[in-house]
């Protein structure tokens, strides 16, 4: 049985992107998620939307209902939480200048390294895909959206990718 990072148990997919919350970062990095979040804010020039982004209340209400966050008030937060990106947790390393921040920079990139690795090497087929598609159309209702979305995204996947143009040297045959 393969060994689970911590790191990667704080990892979570939100907005069909992997993230990282502001209070797990400001742990790792020993410091207040209000010193992390000024930090940010003093440099937000660095943290485009695609880098970094607060979570709306339904999105914090399925994640605290997920991981047991306490409610306001209850000792937890009276903001919504900042989200980061691979990228805005590589931009920390620059606005945390500490050997701390660097250290548990290279942690992270290492473990979103390891997180895209494994994703490539479990491709699932295009009969997996129909098959989820398939079962998909027995146990849902036509009419909702986002089941919908759901078939055309398997619908997407399963057709065949483009051939990429070659670019470089080739010395083979």
């Not at 920390?92 to 390294?113: D, Q």
């Not at 390891?114 to 699932?124: A, G």
Request: net charge positive.
């Amino acid at each position: 049985m393969q060994k689970t990072n911590p790191i990667q148990n704080l990892i979570y997919e939100i907005r069909g992107q992997k993230v990282m919350l502001d209070s797990d970062l400001a742990q790792l990095y020993e410091i207040e998620t209000g010193a992390l979040n000024r930090a940010v804010k003093r440099n937000i020039e660095r943290f485009p939307g695609f880098f970094m982004f607060q979570l709306s209340e339904d999105e914090f209400y399925s994640l605290r209902c997920q991981l047991g966050i306490s409610k306001e008030g209850k000792g937890g937060r009276r903001y919504l939480p900042f989200v980061f990106t691979e990228h805005g947790v590589l931009m920390l390393s620059s606005v945390l200048n500490s050997k701390k921040a660097i250290s548990v920079n290279i942690e992270i990139m290492v473990t979103f390294i390891k997180l895209r690795q494994y994703v490539l090497s479990h491709t699932v087929t295009n009969e997996q895909i129909d098959e989820l598609r398939k079962l998909l159309m027995l146990y849902i209702d036509k009419n909702d959206k986002r089941v919908n979305d759901i078939i055309i995204a398997l619908n997407n996947l399963m057709e065949q990718p483009r051939e990429s143009k070659k670019i470089g040297f080739y010395a083979g045959n």
